[in-house]
């Protein structure tokens, strides 16, 4: 089953504030592994997720660093 990008994008906000339900991070996961397959990936935030969703580390900290690096590396902060 494939999501519409406007729902996704709702998704990914709400798992970053840490209140999307673990039914739908279970599908997001799959949606991201999907696109992943399929060459779809439309943003660094899609990425980042998937590479969230594809360790065994801490979700939040590992997040935390991808998108602490991502910062560094775009504008040095």
């Not at 592994?33 to 580390?57: Q, W, Y």
């Amino acid at each position: 089953m494939q999501f519409s990008q406007e729902r996704l994008n709702v998704w990914m906000y709400k798992f970053l504030l840490g209140t999307l339900s673990g039914e739908k991070t279970m599908l997001l996961k799959r949606e991201l592994e999907r696109k992943n397959k399929t060459n779809e990936i439309n943003s660094a935030l899609e990425r980042k997720l998937l590479a969230v969703f594809s360790t065994d580390k801490p979700i939040r900290k590992y997040l935390a660093e991808l998108l602490d690096d991502w910062e560094k590396r775009n504008w040095g902060d």
